[in-house]
Antibody, heavy 119, light 113 residues
Framework: QVQLVQSGAEEKKPGASVKLSCKGS????????INWVRQAPGQGLEWMGV????????TYAQKFQGRVTMTTDTSTGTVYMEMSGLRSEDTAVYYC????????????WGQGTLVTVSS | DIVMTQSPDSLAVSPGERATINCKSS????????????LAWFQQKPGQPPKLLFY???TRVSGVPDRFSVSGSGTDFTLTISSLQAEDVAVYYC?????????FGQGTRLEIK
């Protein structure tokens, strides 16, 4: 079954870091880029960045430059997204979504990971 | 950045009636050498990730009902549901992938009247 499976919900304090995972299965991992998109409660979709399967090409949205790090592990077909300096405004569902080459349509999404930032 | 603007923000339509959602980009998303619009439409139901409906502005994803149709090119696009069904209640988003950063419209909430 072709799918992206994301790690479980996280609860963090302000100022902490969080590292989320997104594991691809049922397809050739090295053929697709992975994007991260977040959605605050009741809000729209916000693109955070994209990473190539090898990790050699990464583009972050300007808003997240310096606070987000995306990495890949080709041996396990897993992509990671780490965010530091968490604030309450980072409370959101974080999705990973694949495409073929960055400027492409997202044909498969993970189920989402809820990150709650609260003191 | 390309700004995507949808209208209306919300829409209530009676079952069996037509629903129309508009999407406008701040610059053309038509790649003229390929004659392709780098635009996609998504449907998102509560508690679920977005689901791809159309890509290259008008290529229908397998399994998407025929009552969904799209039109437009360049900067102006429309998603139409010809005869609204209860299962179509969702938030609909347009997305441009012409250039990074990828951007989405703010979403249109579609409800049953």
């Amino acid at each position: 079954q072709v799918q992206l499976v994301q790690s479980g919900a996280e609860e963090k304090k302000p100022g902490a870091s969080v590292k989320l995972s997104c594991k691809g299965s049922g397809y050739t991992f090295t053929t697709y880029y992975i994007n991260w998109v977040r959605q605050a409660p009741g809000q729209g979709l916000e693109w955070m960045g994209v990473i190539s399967p090898s990790g050699s090409r990464i583009t972050y949205a300007q808003k997240f430059q310096g606070r987000v790090t995306m990495t890949t592990d080709t041996s396990t077909g897993t992509v990671y997204m780490e965010m530091s300096g968490l604030r309450s405004e980072d409370t959101a569902v974080y999705y990973c979504a694949r495409d073929r080459y960055a400027e492409d349509y997202f044909d498969l999404w993970g189920q989402g990971t809820l990150v709650t930032v609260s003191s | 950045d390309i700004v995507m603007t949808q209208s209306p923000d919300s829409l209530a339509v009676s079952p069996g009636e037509r629903a129309t959602i508009n999407c406008k980009s701040s610059q053309s998303v038509l790649y003229t050498s390929q004659n392709k619009n780098y635009l996609a439409w998504f449907q998102q139901k509560p508690g679920q990730p977005p689901k791809l409906l159309f890509y290259w502005s008008s290529t229908r994803v397998s399994g998407v009902p025929d009552r969904f149709s799209v039109s437009g090119s360049g900067t102006d696009f429309t998603l139409t549901i010809s005869s609204l069904q209860a299962e179509d209640v969702a938030v609909y988003y347009c997305q441009q992938y012409y250039s990074l950063p990828i951007t989405f419209g703010q979403g249109t909430r579609l409800e049953i009247k």
